[in-house]
């Protein structure tokens, strides 16, 4: 399907806004500087090159404008016809036809003057030759400025022209001026036509759109037709001949029959008349608006007679499509200020629309390669005798529980709206009691009765139901107590109270255990200086306590000095004097700490002092290698200086000697002249 979508073309500049576009191009996207000393032949590509690149530039802007306005015998002929009313088709061809001329002129100009650059002898003569050049191009595209103009114009026009398709489902609208046309476009669609009370309100094509039957119909709003001559008819009329004529749609021939659009029924059917070969092969319905003010039946005998031969005619061209067309069909009423009818007539135009169309595509050669691929088979009856459906009682059974299942249960809020909606239905709260007999669920339960209060004998037993539950709970409280028993071994056999005790046993020597290898002198936690300001955990201290005990406290003191006296290295520990105290300590089990340390000094090799030659490092002496690391250093100060210089930071040995000078001295000039104003002061 072709869409035609005008919005999209290209915007036509005048002729000197052409000229400085592509001017200003070609100085800007070629070189610009040349010098006499250059080679003639560099000089000569130079100027060829200015003059083929404004070339390219005019025949591709022109190009574009000839290819983006459509061609009249190639799109839809509605709308090339609709151009040639709007816009005289010969005045466009001739536009365009000049666009082409002047594209080809330039062309040959440019052809031409490259052909003599090739010849320039010096600067100044191909210089010239491309002055020349460019100005007889120039001169070209100001001739042609009025057609210029004149596209521009017809493509602000265009770009307003409402879209659309000549072959899709469409509704068309015609009629005398201010029959109620616009009025119905804007009831069916959401378009939004202006409406006033005088003829030719609408002076161009207007486009809606509606549904019907899940498909898209496209509404067309004429301008109004006065009945005259071919010839006398102006533009706006000739829009809406052009759109009778060739758009193949339902065409709704709308009738005034009150008279307040200031035209007879004799006049309307006049045009309906002269306009009727254009209804020819499309559905065609004649409507009577405007019946609140004068009813259909309320006509005189003679406009009655005018509006049954349009109804015949009407008539005459839905047979004529091989169609069943009935009075109903062809002459309906409506009132588009009511609404009366309005969608009855729009019903009507679509259901004859679809129809038609379906017949032409059923009569189209397409429909043999469908119909060939399927076969429908017709049963014919053989005998007199009765063969009614049968349908299995399984399946009847499946439908009836599928029916079941579907429907839907009422709940409160379809009850509400089928009661009154909120505010009048009050909900039932009643209804969902449990009670041994549902009678009951709508009784009226008094408060008083013979002068007493209902409430008060409801329950004579209320007491004696209290008490009982006060023993059961207490009766359930005691088996909770009786749960949480310790067992004694009163209850149990001999053997299982030997068992017991063992148990028992077992648990605390393991309880003792526990403890005292929390005891341990390396797990208990020291305490620090700044807690023992009095100076209460010292080593005599601990010595008597352990003496007290029967203990020797010499081992243990002996450990503790050599803990807190001096804190001996990594280098004095793996000596053989560290050592050597460390077994006299403790021979038999050392200590974790003198464990780990012998592995390490195992594991680990002395360190080398870094001026002592290594085999192999090809240096000859102890100072050969001083003096190669200080190299080394100095090769990669200046290295890690500037890795750690940033963006701000400002080095004075970066500017050059002079310019420091200079700046020093000025310095030292601005401070003097501070000090003596200040001593002035």
Not at 587 to 602: A, F, W, Y
Request: net charge positive; hydrophobic share 35%; with cysteine.
């Amino acid at each position: 399907m072709v869409q035609y979508n005008f919005k999209k073309i290209t915007v036509v500049p005048n002729g000197k806004d052409f000229i400085d576009i592509i001017l200003s191009r070609t100085q800007r996207q070629t070189p610009t500087v040349v010098h006499k000393g250059y080679a003639i032949s560099r000089l000569r590509s130079f100027y060829m090159r200015k003059v083929k690149y404004t070339q390219t530039n005019f025949h591709e802007k022109l190009s574009t404008i000839i290819d983006e306005f459509p061609r009249l015998g190639d799109i839809h002929p509605f709308y090339g016809d609709l151009l040639h009313v709007l816009y005289n088709k010969d005045h466009y061809k001739l536009a365009l036809g000049q666009i082409n001329t002047a594209r080809n002129l330039i062309g040959k100009i440019a052809k031409d003057y490259v052909k003599l650059l090739k010849y320039g002898d010096s600067l100044y003569r191909c210089k010239c030759l491309k002055v020349a050049a460019l100005g007889r191009m120039c001169t070209v595209l100001k001739r042609i400025g009025p057609s210029l103009a004149y596209l521009e114009q017809v493509r602000q026009h265009m770009a307003r022209l409402p879209s659309i398709d000549p072959n899709t489902r469409t509704i068309l609208i015609c009629g005398y001026p201010n029959v109620g046309k616009s009025s119905f476009i804007n009831k069916i669609t959401r378009a939004d036509v202006d409406v006033q009370p005088y003829a030719f309100t609408t002076k161009s094509l207007f486009v809606g759109h509606t549904d019907y039957k899940y498909l898209r119909y496209q509404v067309i709003d004429t301008p109004g037709i006065l009945d005259r001559p071919f010839e006398d008819r102006n533009i706006i009329e000739m829009c809406s001949i052009t759109a009778l004529a060739h758009l193949r749609a339902a065409i709704l021939f709308f009738l005034d029959i009150s008279g307040s659009c200031g035209y007879t029924i004799a006049q309307q059917a006049a045009l309906f008349q002269s306009i009727k070969s254009l209804f020819l092969n499309k559905p065609l319905i004649v409507v009577c608006n405007k019946t609140d003010l004068q009813p259909l039946d309320g006509l005189s005998e003679d406009d009655m007679k005018l509006v049954n031969e349009m109804k015949a005619d009407a008539l005459k061209t839905a047979i004529g499509q091989g169609g069943e067309g009935t009075d109903a069909d062809v002459l309906l009423t409506m009132s588009a200020l009511t609404e009366e009818g309005v969608i009855a007539v729009k019903n009507a135009a679509c259901e004859r629309l679809l129809n038609q169309r379906v017949e032409i595509k059923m009569r189209s050669k397409k429909i043999n390669d469908c119909l060939n691929r399927f076969h429908v088979a017709v049963p014919k009856p053989r005998d007199q005798k009765e063969r009614p459906v049968c349908i299995p009682p399984a399946v009847l059974e499946a439908k009836a529980r599928k029916a079941a299942s579907e429907e839907k249960r009422k709940t409160e809020k379809d009850l509400e709206q089928e009661n009154g909606g909120a505010g009048v239905y009050s909900m039932n709260l009643r209804k969902h009691y449990i009670l041994a007999d549902d009678e009951w669920k709508e009784d009226i339960l008094p408060e008083i009765l013979d002068g007493h209060n209902v409430y008060d004998f409801i329950d004579p037993d209320i007491l004696q139901r209290v008490e009982e539950l006060e023993r059961e709970e207490g009766l359930r409280q005691a088996e909770a107590e009786d749960e949480d028993f310790e067992m004694d071994g009163a209850e149990l056999t001999p053997e299982q109270q030997e068992a017991l005790i063992q148990i028992r046993r077992k648990k605390s020597v393991l309880i003792n255990q526990h403890r005292i290898k929390k005891s341990t002198a390396e797990s208990r936690p020291i305490v620090p200086r700044k807690f023992d300001k009095d100076k209460q955990f010292t080593t005599e201290r601990m010595g008597r306590e352990l003496s007290s005990r029967g203990l020797d406290p010499s081992l243990a003191i002996d450990r503790m000095r050599s803990r807190s006296a001096s804190r001996k290295g990594r280098k004095r520990e793996r000596s053989p004097e560290g050592r050597n105290e460390g077994m006299d300590i403790d021979d038999d089990t050392p200590s974790k700490k003198q464990r780990l340390s012998r592995s390490l000094s195992r594991s680990r090799s002395v360190s080398r002092p870094p001026h002592e030659v290594v085999p192999g490092e090809g240096l000859r002496d102890s100072a050969q290698k001083i003096k190669a690391i200080k190299i080394a250093k100095k090769s990669v100060k200046k290295r890690n200086k500037d890795a750690k210089r940033g963006e701000a930071d400002r080095l004075l040995s970066n500017i050059p000697v002079d310019i420091l000078g200079s700046v020093v001295k000025q310095r030292i000039h601005n401070t003097a002249l501070q000090l003596l104003d200040f001593q002035a002061i």
